[in-house]
């Protein structure tokens, strides 16, 4: 206790050296970080991609022929049995026929566990397939070689797939994402593609920037377990087929549209 009337010496030199303490600290927990990993993903803005700017509407057929090509979760892996994947079943959601050509592990730059990367696979595709649609989808599994040689390798399949088939339209499909947060090279894969779909006027569809996964669906639609290792379950490949023939039809609405415009003739000057 201090003596009654007594006044407290005043220190005015404490709150100056705390604060700079606490300035202090805050500098060296922030140099630190010790919760940034060198491969820390990213928050990726939930705007939509999948319209492009200058994109023509597509005009596909009642009863489309559609070459879906990717990797493995093109080719159906963690579903019940691969012809329960979202390629698959995106042939009755279109209302046509879908030729399911995806390779595990496959990418633009890796080669895949069944069969080659990218471009050696697009080699090797049927000229005679004659598809009304490809949809070129992923992928995730170029995350580790990514970006040396990504423009060249994505740049050299395209061309080759509209050289293959020329009367087809191409739609890209970006990588969804396999694990929450989005891992950086997966985010910027997924940027790389939407720009050069964008200098060619093509449709491209980002589950990442369209938010397909989150956290709250994560579990519903990922099979984390050791045989599933963070593909689509089979509900999460129902799940993708929706979303992407969704996208599909999304993309004809403009053609549909114009297609029920009346005739000059038909239009009645008041």
Not at 175 to 196: K, N, W
Not at 218 to 232: A, C, F, N, V
């Amino acid at each position: 206790m201090h003596a009654p009337g007594r006044l407290r010496a005043r220190r005015p030199w404490l709150p100056i050296v705390g604060a700079a303490l606490a300035v202090a600290a805050v500098c060296a927990l922030g140099m630190w970080r010790p919760w940034v990993v060198p491969s820390a993903p990213v928050a990726v803005e939930a705007e939509s991609v999948a319209v492009v700017a200058g994109a023509a509407p597509l005009a596909l057929p009642d009863a489309p022929r559609v070459l879906v090509f990717g990797d493995s979760w093109v080719y159906g892996s963690a579903a019940i049995v691969p012809s329960l994947g979202f390629a698959y079943r995106l042939a009755d959601h279109l209302g046509g026929e879908t030729i399911v050509d995806g390779v595990r592990g496959s990418g633009y730059l890796k080669p895949g566990l069944d069969g080659g990367s990218y471009g050696e696979r697009v080699a090797m595709l049927d000229p005679a397939l004659d598809p009304d649609l490809v949809i070129v989808e992923g992928s995730i599994n170029d995350r580790r070689l990514y970006p040396s040689g990504y423009r060249d390798a994505v740049t050299a399949v395209w061309d080759s797939l509209e050289a293959l088939y020329p009367d087809a339209a191409i739609v890209v499909l970006g990588p969804a994402p396999q694990v929450l947060p989005v891992e950086a090279a997966t985010a910027g894969i997924d940027g790389d593609l939407a720009a050069f779909a964008a200098e060619r006027g093509w449709w491209y569809i980002s589950p990442i920037a369209e938010s397909w996964i989150t956290p709250d669906n994560y579990l519903e639609l990922i099979d984390t377990s050791d045989t599933g290792r963070d593909h689509p379950s089979t509900a999460g490949h129902a799940y993708l087929a929706e979303r992407v023939a969704t996208a599909i039809a999304g993309m004809t609405e403009a053609t549909d549209v114009v297609a029920d415009a009346p005739l000059d003739e038909d239009v009645v000057t008041p």
